[in-house]
């Protein structure tokens, strides 16, 4: 398996702008996971999905934020409109139940 | 809810040197505990967990941590250390069950001193 797949690996964006990421889950694994990573709060959970459903969305920071996972092979996370302190870089991990998460490469998004 | 709490933020060390990463947490209920490893410009790899079982787990590049349920703790040890094991060392809980999300400790910059 190729492991978590996110895509775009950059993005440079201009503050008030639409920002899509994606992720592709390892194959067969239950649970997804959208995290942000930051020098001055670490690493978040922002929000994740059981078998396709969000469980637990109460660290997706304000409305801008919004995440689907419409299969088990895909999500997305959105950012609309997106804003300079939205700069941070954007993991995707997934599992299988309680087993370990497995991180994309991530997606390292600047809004100017 | 679960936490958890990296005492070092940064810990230098000379090359061949022994390290320990301290690593507490903190739950009222049963807990799976992991180690992770991030390396400039790259995602986060597993290093080692503890599900059950043997208290000593072994991991990958040499590492190993030790499950202490009575002083909560779950510390990252290696006997010693080489330059390409300068990354940072996130120390993470999940509650044991079903799947649900980790709880990530603040990290700790690990960096190995020729």
């Known amino acids: 398996d190729a492991g978590v797949i996110q895509s775009p690996r950059h993005e440079v964006t201009e503050m008030g702008q639409e920002v899509t990421l994606r992720c592709k889950p390892i194959?067969?694994?239950?649970?997804l996971f959208w995290y942000r990573q930051t020098m001055m709060r670490g690493l978040e959970l922002l929000i994740y999905?059981?078998?396709?459903?969000?469980?637990?969305d109460s660290g997706m920071p304000e409305d801008r934020f919004s995440a689907k996972m419409p299969n088990a092979s895909f999500s997305t996370l959105k950012i609309q409109p997106s804003e300079p302190r939205d700069s941070a870089v954007y993991f995707c991990?997934?599992?299988?139940?309680?087993?370990?998460?497995?991180f994309g490469q991530g997606t390292r998004l600047t809004v100017v | 809810a679960q936490s958890v709490t990296q005492l070092d933020s940064q810990v230098p060390v000379f090359e061949e040197a022994p390290v320990e990463l301290r690593c507490n947490y903190s739950?009222?209920?049963?807990?799976?505990l992991f180690w992770y490893v991030q390396y400039p410009n790259q995602g986060l790899q597993l290093l080692l967990k503890?599900?059950?079982?043997?208290?000593l787990v072994k991991g990958i590049n040499g590492f190993e941590a030790e499950f202490n349920k009575s002083q909560t703790s779950f510390h990252l040890r290696k006997p010693s250390v080489h330059i390409s094991d300068t990354a940072e060392y996130f120390c993470?809980?999940?509650?044991?069950?079903?799947?649900?999300?980790?709880?990530f400790g603040s990290g700790t910059q690990l960096t190995v001193l020729p």
């Open positions: 991990a997934s599992s299988f139940y309680q087993y370990e998460a497995f």
């Open positions: 194959s067969g694994h239950n649970s």
């Open positions: 999905f059981n078998n396709n459903v969000p469980i637990d």
């Open positions: 739950s009222s209920v049963s807990v799976y």
């Open positions: 503890y599900l059950s079982g043997s208290t």
């Open positions: 993470a809980v999940t509650l044991s069950g079903s799947a649900r999300q980790l709880t």
